[in-house]
């Protein structure tokens, strides 16, 4: 793990988005800092994108923090969160970190499912959990899960992709009656096929019809 950035000023209103370098988590990241919103954003190794959303969040007028951590790794990513946060929480966490590995099920190897499920679901508990005190304590918050409407619907060729955004719509219901009563709204965002690097390699003949 290493910090583009130390934090020396958090600003009350802080938006984190973990995988927020590229596609929609940059994209979300840009738009929240138009809303008057300083960033930390995460990603797991690429720190040029990282800079390249500093330079246009800065242009902004907000302040921009650089957080490079494996989701996976637990320990190094509760302490990443804690070495940055302190006793501290982000006004809003947003989970945007995910891969896919398509195959069809009956192809399907043990690391293309172990792979997504463990990213996607297991991920989101290892970001959140080391902040979900604090948040609670402040009483106030708001937690923002990027899932997929291949969680809703199902799509061939992706059973390990539906079925861990699947997952994430039900931990965000459950999560949401946990702590909905403390101030804390938490929500889930399916969205389609968005163009973005993880799905530049499906063919556009095959997505419209979805659409």
């Given at each position: 793990m290493r910090m583009l950035m130390n934090n020396e000023n958090l600003k009350v209103k802080t938006a984190l988005i973990i995988g927020g370098s590229r596609g929609i988590g940059r994209k979300i990241?840009?738009?929240?800092?138009?809303?008057?919103?300083?960033?930390?954003?995460?990603?797991?190794?690429?720190?040029?994108?990282?800079?390249?959303?500093?330079g246009d969040v800065r242009n902004s007028g907000r302040n921009f923090n650089g957080l490079i951590f494996d989701v996976l790794d637990r320990k190094a990513t509760a302490d990443?969160?804690?070495g940055f946060f302190g006793e501290n929480a982000p006004d809003i966490f947003i989970y945007n970190a995910g891969i896919a590995r398509d195959n069809l099920m009956v192809f399907m190897t043990p690391a293309e499912w172990d792979d997504v499920v463990h990213t996607n679901l297991d991920g989101f508990y290892n970001t959140i959990h080391p902040l979900l005190f604090q948040m609670i304590s402040r009483k106030s918050g708001r937690i923002i899960v990027i899932t997929s409407a291949s969680g809703q619907v199902g799509q061939p060729g992706q059973v390990n992709y539906s079925a861990s955004k699947a997952a994430l719509i039900g931990a965000v219901k459950a999560l949401a009656k946990e702590i909905g009563k403390k101030g804390i709204l938490v929500n889930a965002v399916a969205p389609g096929f968005i163009e973005t690097d993880m799905t530049a390699g499906i063919p556009r003949d095959r997505v419209l019809p979805l659409i």
């Amino acid at each position: 793990m290493r910090m583009l950035m130390n934090n020396e000023n958090l600003k009350v209103k802080t938006a984190l988005i973990i995988g927020g370098s590229r596609g929609i988590g940059r994209k979300i990241a840009l738009r929240l800092a138009a809303d008057g919103y300083d960033i930390v954003a995460s990603c797991r190794k690429d720190i040029a994108a990282l800079k390249s959303l500093e330079g246009d969040v800065r242009n902004s007028g907000r302040n921009f923090n650089g957080l490079i951590f494996d989701v996976l790794d637990r320990k190094a990513t509760a302490d990443a969160l804690a070495g940055f946060f302190g006793e501290n929480a982000p006004d809003i966490f947003i989970y945007n970190a995910g891969i896919a590995r398509d195959n069809l099920m009956v192809f399907m190897t043990p690391a293309e499912w172990d792979d997504v499920v463990h990213t996607n679901l297991d991920g989101f508990y290892n970001t959140i959990h080391p902040l979900l005190f604090q948040m609670i304590s402040r009483k106030s918050g708001r937690i923002i899960v990027i899932t997929s409407a291949s969680g809703q619907v199902g799509q061939p060729g992706q059973v390990n992709y539906s079925a861990s955004k699947a997952a994430l719509i039900g931990a965000v219901k459950a999560l949401a009656k946990e702590i909905g009563k403390k101030g804390i709204l938490v929500n889930a965002v399916a969205p389609g096929f968005i163009e973005t690097d993880m799905t530049a390699g499906i063919p556009r003949d095959r997505v419209l019809p979805l659409i």
